[in-house]
């Protein structure tokens, strides 16, 4: 058994008022009011003046109080094990760094950082590796989600500019949905654009999806594309544009160049566009509402970017709104939706290796030597260092010696996670940063360093629409728990750079990265100070990015600040409306044109990676293209959302969602278990049979590892492909076997404390309200395996406190249950079936929230498991049973707001609408 939860303390400034933070989940960036009740608990609210969300808040937003405890945190810093002081620990990784860096060299040595950073930790780790240790080699976790929309957007405009802002989703007329589930992983953002076609229903939204997701409630056309198939898709709408004569070619030659050469790459992939799944009238459809709507917002994510020509895929789109004219007017505009919180102030102070700062590129002397002068520095890096995928091939291949990772998980998120495990097991130097104790990669630290988790901490955040907000502190740090940019900067002076990291305060950060910001348009206007005299001027282009009119602020300005979106130039002149880029038709290549990409479809859109040694028996067309994503309630690796009971009740298991047709083929029921696996690796997961798939594809989502799951992360199954241009990983197209698995038990396990031992060959941990449950697949008979965990259960020293037990076992159904209780209150319960059907998952959720009455404690081991099941919240706002959603939805011919009116599932986050409609849309399919 693990500790028992630590509460977390609030600080004083959160006694006096409410604080204002933001959201530490996804990109939309959502303002959140944090205050405390008479009891001193954290009561979470949206913040109503906040123009991202305005009040409204996700179903993860409005759960994160219950995520805010110390469990897993790391009191002190450790080496090798044992406990240090920090001075100890800080002079252990100054030393073995620049010990490491004198034997083997600069390039020996790596930074691995995190869209979860605060935009002043980034800056102070870009600007140490960077400037002063002077390689190329920090990346960041971003690497895995959006840099190949970067490399698009640098491509098209010369610089990485998102250029459009939510008042132009808002305001469109047709809104494109392509390779983003909006729904789940921007959910507020799904929510204002229903609101806004409630408003309006003439407003148009296409969903470009090989799944049906819940965005096809708002969908007046699905265009269900074979996986890896958007390019030629979007290469015959350009080729459409053509020859429909929607492109005013002299127009558009006066601020773009290369459509010709686009024109003829598209004409040769609409010949293709018959392959990709579609019907002739649903393709006309779509190109139709593209070319005959003058405002049109083409929303592109993580389906568009994870692919091996996700940069080209995002070209693609930016080349049909140039041609067409939408773009740098409302309601128009390609728009690169980040997953993370802070993903894009990573990209503001160049955490990505193949940039240096400010939006500033290797390759352009002047400004780089402009950089230079402004860290004081005669050490920058010259070239561009390792992208994430081959920084830890050069771990592997000992180039790496010595590699430090903040915040984030790469075992978990990166793919081939057996080879990354590999390379940190042999570096000489692996440092980790974190704010938990223990996770997949950490096994593998020499030095683990506590750093400050959500609500600690102090600095800013960038949103998809360039908007910087504050993250406020509101609790007390834990243990000795320092700031991110504390640790660094403190490491930095140990190797010889104090004079440059002398900060006091993220205040001081943020106001140096402001001022270096303006420094390219600083020389473009030849308003240059003392210090940049010897620059050459000449050529420098100015740039996008700037917000030197903070490069002064106070720390009272700081502390006030309000929510604002780049650029923000000028000083003492502060734009707070919309800011909306290319508006008078001016990008930032050198000739200040617009590039048209041609792009063309290649056949690697797939990885088959299957090895005939490794899968001897396979059949033939038994090959699936394995999909990886997010599910709407859990984030990333579940550090933070997975110790929320609410979030962990709807996806209580990693689940492969698999079409009828495939399942029936290779005898896959529902619910059973399925081996999935390539040549390299295979896991166990539990079947989602669904329409919503479609066939010789799979879905998985990417939130489980070994720490809550013992057959590992699905990032085992996904080959090392990248993109060659953006290196971003291929995660949506590895190809893999699919087999069911055969097993003899299934049980639920649900206990007070988490455990630390492994029970069977299959075991997956919940989070539920005052306990876990433990869901448990077995080779042993069911009597066999319900005799092992009563045992385990009887002789556990926590355990063994039970005074009573109920006891509703039967044996000739095999089905067994026994719930024990201490003081009349439930205290741990073993069910074990032959199925997994045969067990009341989900409902377990509410196991410690039993009432008093016995009658209600015989709920738990009823053999009424259908009735029981009918009981598991389906709108966790409002606690709304999913019996009553189904009992609606078959009562009778009604619509999605009569079943709202009728149960009120959906009225408080929203986050359900999209399942209701998905259950509408099921129904009406089977009639």
């Given at each position: 058994?693990?500790?028992?939860i630590?509460?977390a303390s609030?600080?004083?400034?959160?006694?006096?008022?409410?604080?204002?933070?933001t959201?530490?989940?996804?990109g939309?960036?959502?303002?959140?009011?944090?205050?405390?009740?008479d009891?001193?608990?954290v009561?979470?609210?949206?913040?109503?003046?906040?123009?991202?969300?305005?009040?409204?808040?996700?179903?993860?937003?409005k759960?994160?109080?219950?995520?805010i405890d110390?469990t897993n945190?790391?009191?002190?810093?450790?080496?090798?094990?044992?406990?240090?002081s920090w001075?100890?620990?800080?002079d252990?990784?100054?030393?073995?760094?620049?010990?490491?860096?004198?034997?083997?060299?600069k390039?020996?040595?790596?930074?691995?950082?995190?869209?979860q950073l605060?935009?002043?930790?980034?800056?102070?780790?870009?600007k140490?590796?960077?400037?002063?240790?002077?390689?190329?080699?920090?990346?960041t976790?971003?690497?895995l989600?959006?840099s190949?929309a970067?490399?698009?957007?640098?491509r098209?405009?010369?610089?990485?500019?998102?250029?459009?802002?939510y008042?132009?989703?808002?305001s469109?007329?047709?809104?494109?949905?392509?390779g983003?589930?909006l729904?789940w992983?921007?959910?507020i953002l799904?929510?204002?654009l229903?609101e806004e076609k409630?408003?309006?229903?003439e407003?148009?939204?296409?969903v470009?999806?090989?799944?049906?997701t819940?965005?096809?409630?708002?969908a007046?056309?699905?265009?269900?594309?074979k996986?890896?198939s958007?390019?030629?898709l979007?290469?015959s709408?350009?080729?459409?544009?053509?020859?429909?004569?929607?492109?005013n070619?002299?127009k558009l030659?006066?601020?773009?160049?290369?459509?010709?050469?686009?024109?003829?790459?598209?004409?040769?992939?609409s010949?293709?566009?018959?392959?990709?799944?579609l019907s002739?009238?649903?393709?006309n459809?779509?190109?139709?509402?593209?070319?005959?709507?003058?405002?049109v917002?083409?929303?592109?994510?993580?389906?568009?970017?994870?692919?091996s020509?996700?940069?080209?895929?995002g070209?693609a789109?930016?080349?049909?709104h140039?041609a067409?004219?939408?773009?740098?007017?409302?309601?128009?505009?390609?728009?690169?939706?980040?997953?993370?919180?802070?993903?894009?102030?990573?990209?503001e102070?160049g955490a990505l290796?193949?940039?240096?700062?400010g939006h500033?590129?290797?390759?352009?002397e002047a400004?780089?030597k402009a950089?230079?002068?402004?860290?004081?520095?005669d050490n920058?890096?010259s070239k561009?260092?390792?992208?994430?995928?081959?920084l830890f091939?050069?771990?592997?291949?000992g180039?790496i010696?010595a590699?430090w990772?903040m915040?984030t998980?790469?075992?978990?998120?990166?793919?081939?996670?057996?080879?990354?495990?590999?390379?940190?097991q042999?570096?000489?130097?692996?440092?980790?940063?974190?704010?938990?104790a223990?996770?997949?990669?950490?096994?593998?630290?020499?030095?683990i360093l506590?750093?400050?988790t959500?609500g600690?901490?102090s600095?800013t955040?960038t949103?998809?629409?360039?908007?910087?907000s504050?993250?406020?502190?509101?609790?007390?740090?834990y243990?000795?728990?320092?700031?991110?940019?504390?640790?660094?900067?403190?490491?930095?002076?140990?190797?010889?750079?104090s004079?440059?990291?002398n900060?006091?305060?993220?205040k001081?950060?943020f106001?140096e990265?402001?001022?270096?910001s303006?420094l390219?348009?600083?020389?473009?206007?030849?308003?240059i100070?003392a210090?940049q005299?010897?620059t050459?001027t000449?050529?420098v282009?100015?740039?996008?990015?700037?917000?030197?009119?903070?490069?002064?602020?106070s720390?009272?300005?700081?502390?006030?600040?309000v929510?604002i979106q780049w650029?923000q130039?000028?000083e003492n002149s502060i734009t707070?409306s919309e800011?909306r880029?290319?508006?008078e038709?001016?990008?930032y290549h050198?000739?200040g044109?617009?590039?048209?990409?041609?792009?063309?479809?290649?056949d690697?859109s797939t990885n088959?990676?299957i090895?005939?040694?490794t899968?001897p028996?396979?059949?033939?067309?038994?090959?699936?293209t394995?999909?990886t994503?997010?599910n709407?309630d859990?984030w990333h690796t579940?550090t933070?959302s997975g110790?929320?009971?609410?979030l962990?009740?709807?996806h209580d298991?990693?689940?492969?969602a698999v079409?009828?047709?495939?399942?029936?083929?290779?005898?896959?029921?529902?619910?059973?278990?399925?081996?999935?696996?390539n040549?390299?690796?295979?896991?166990l997961?539990r079947?989602?049979i669904?329409e919503?798939?479609?066939r010789d594809?799979v879905?998985?989502?990417?939130?489980w590892?070994?720490?809550?799951?013992?057959q590992?992360?699905?990032s085992?199954?996904?080959?090392?492909?990248?993109?060659?241009?953006?290196g971003?990983?291929?995660?949506k197209?590895?190809?893999?076997?699919?087999?069911p698995?055969?097993?003899?038990?299934?049980a639920?396990l649900?206990?007070?404390?988490q455990?630390?031992?492994?029970l069977?060959?299959?075991?997956?941990e919940?989070k539920?309200?005052?306990?876990?449950?433990?869901h448990?697949?077995?080779?042993?008979?069911?009597?066999?395996l319900?005799?092992?965990?009563?045992?385990?259960v009887?002789?556990?020293?926590?355990?063994?406190?039970?005074s009573?037990s109920l006891?509703?076992?039967?044996?000739l159904?095999?089905?067994?249950?026994?719930?024990?209780?201490?003081?009349?209150?439930?205290?741990?319960a073993?069910?074990?079936?032959k199925q997994k059907?045969d067990?009341?998952?989900?409902w377990?959720?509410?196991?410690?929230?039993?009432a008093?009455?016995l009658?209600?404690?015989?709920?738990?081991?009823?053999a009424?498991?259908?009735?029981?099941?009918?009981?598991?919240?389906?709108c966790?706002?409002?606690?709304?049973a999913?019996?009553?959603?189904?009992q609606?939805?078959?009562?009778?011919k009604l619509?999605?707001?009569?079943?709202?009116?009728k149960?009120?599932?959906?009225?408080?986050c929203?986050s359900?609408i999209?399942?209701?409609?998905?259950?509408?849309?099921?129904?009406v399919?089977?009639?």
């Amino acid at each position: 058994m693990s500790e028992q939860i630590i509460p977390a303390s609030i600080n004083q400034a959160l006694k006096d008022k409410a604080v204002k933070t933001t959201c530490p989940y996804c990109g939309v960036g959502c303002g959140v009011t944090i205050a405390t009740n008479d009891k001193s608990q954290v009561i979470v609210q949206g913040d109503k003046q906040h123009p991202a969300n305005l009040g409204n808040l996700c179903i993860k937003g409005k759960n994160l109080g219950e995520t805010i405890d110390n469990t897993n945190r790391l009191e002190t810093p450790k080496v090798q094990g044992e406990t240090q002081s920090w001075p100890r620990a800080l002079d252990y990784v100054a030393s073995k760094f620049n010990k490491t860096i004198e034997r083997y060299g600069k390039d020996s040595v790596a930074f691995y950082v995190s869209g979860q950073l605060l935009t002043e930790d980034y800056y102070v780790a870009n600007k140490l590796m960077k400037g002063f240790i002077g390689t190329g080699n920090i990346d960041t976790n971003s690497r895995l989600c959006m840099s190949s929309a970067v490399s698009a957007h640098k491509r098209a405009f010369g610089e990485d500019i998102v250029p459009t802002s939510y008042a132009d989703l808002f305001s469109a007329e047709v809104v494109v949905l392509a390779g983003s589930n909006l729904a789940w992983c921007h959910p507020i953002l799904f929510k204002r654009l229903r609101e806004e076609k409630a408003r309006r229903p003439e407003l148009k939204v296409v969903v470009i999806d090989p799944r049906v997701t819940a965005c096809v409630e708002l969908a007046d056309l699905h265009l269900q594309v074979k996986a890896g198939s958007d390019l030629i898709l979007f290469n015959s709408l350009l080729n459409y544009l053509a020859e429909q004569g929607c492109i005013n070619i002299e127009k558009l030659a006066q601020s773009t160049s290369g459509l010709a050469k686009a024109l003829k790459s598209a004409k040769i992939d609409s010949e293709k566009i018959n392959e990709i799944g579609l019907s002739e009238q649903d393709i006309n459809q779509f190109f139709s509402l593209f070319a005959q709507h003058d405002k049109v917002v083409t929303v592109f994510s993580q389906g568009i970017n994870q692919s091996s020509q996700g940069s080209d895929q995002g070209n693609a789109i930016i080349n049909c709104h140039l041609a067409s004219d939408k773009i740098g007017k409302l309601g128009s505009g390609p728009f690169s939706m980040t997953g993370q919180p802070n993903a894009m102030g990573g990209r503001e102070v160049g955490a990505l290796a193949n940039t240096l700062a400010g939006h500033i590129e290797f390759e352009d002397e002047a400004l780089s030597k402009a950089l230079a002068n402004y860290w004081q520095s005669d050490n920058l890096a010259s070239k561009a260092g390792l992208k994430a995928v081959d920084l830890f091939d050069a771990i592997a291949q000992g180039k790496i010696k010595a590699v430090w990772i903040m915040a984030t998980n790469p075992i978990v998120s990166l793919p081939d996670h057996d080879k990354i495990k590999r390379a940190l097991q042999q570096c000489e130097l692996v440092v980790v940063s974190d704010c938990v104790a223990s996770n997949d990669t950490l096994e593998y630290a020499d030095v683990i360093l506590p750093a400050q988790t959500w609500g600690e901490k102090s600095g800013t955040v960038t949103n998809s629409e360039r908007r910087i907000s504050r993250q406020r502190p509101f609790l007390t740090p834990y243990g000795e728990a320092k700031p991110d940019w504390w640790i660094i900067s403190e490491v930095a002076k140990r190797m010889g750079f104090s004079k440059q990291f002398n900060f006091q305060s993220a205040k001081d950060i943020f106001a140096e990265h402001a001022g270096l910001s303006g420094l390219a348009n600083q020389l473009n206007s030849n308003t240059i100070t003392a210090e940049q005299e010897d620059t050459n001027t000449e050529n420098v282009i100015a740039k996008a990015f700037d917000i030197s009119a903070y490069k002064s602020l106070s720390e009272q300005q700081y502390q006030q600040w309000v929510p604002i979106q780049w650029p923000q130039a000028k000083e003492n002149s502060i734009t707070l409306s919309e800011q909306r880029f290319f508006t008078e038709k001016k990008y930032y290549h050198s000739d200040g044109k617009a590039r048209f990409i041609a792009v063309q479809s290649t056949d690697k859109s797939t990885n088959k990676i299957i090895d005939k040694k490794t899968c001897p028996s396979r059949e033939k067309n038994t090959f699936f293209t394995l999909n990886t994503g997010r599910n709407r309630d859990q984030w990333h690796t579940q550090t933070r959302s997975g110790k929320s009971a609410t979030l962990t009740n709807r996806h209580d298991e990693p689940e492969l969602a698999v079409n009828p047709y495939d399942a029936a083929r290779l005898n896959i029921v529902e619910g059973s278990l399925v081996k999935v696996a390539n040549e390299r690796g295979q896991l166990l997961a539990r079947a989602h049979i669904t329409e919503q798939q479609r066939r010789d594809e799979v879905f998985m989502p990417i939130h489980w590892s070994s720490s809550n799951f013992n057959q590992g992360c699905v990032s085992q199954l996904v080959a090392p492909t990248v993109d060659k241009i953006s290196g971003q990983p291929a995660f949506k197209h590895s190809q893999v076997l699919l087999t069911p698995e055969k097993v003899s038990s299934e049980a639920m396990l649900v206990v007070k404390q988490q455990l630390t031992l492994p029970l069977a060959k299959y075991q997956v941990e919940q989070k539920i309200d005052g306990g876990y449950c433990y869901h448990i697949a077995s080779n042993l008979s069911t009597e066999v395996l319900y005799n092992l965990l009563c045992d385990y259960v009887e002789k556990h020293e926590l355990m063994q406190a039970a005074s009573s037990s109920l006891n509703a076992s039967e044996p000739l159904k095999q089905y067994y249950r026994k719930s024990y209780l201490l003081n009349s209150t439930m205290h741990c319960a073993v069910l074990v079936g032959k199925q997994k059907q045969d067990l009341p998952h989900g409902w377990l959720s509410q196991f410690y929230q039993q009432a008093s009455e016995l009658s209600a404690k015989r709920n738990v081991i009823t053999a009424d498991i259908e009735k029981v099941q009918g009981q598991k919240t389906f709108c966790q706002c409002l606690n709304i049973a999913k019996e009553d959603i189904h009992q609606a939805v078959e009562s009778g011919k009604l619509t999605l707001a009569d079943i709202r009116t009728k149960t009120g599932a959906g009225n408080g986050c929203g986050s359900c609408i999209g399942d209701i409609a998905l259950l509408l849309k099921k129904k009406v399919q089977q009639a």
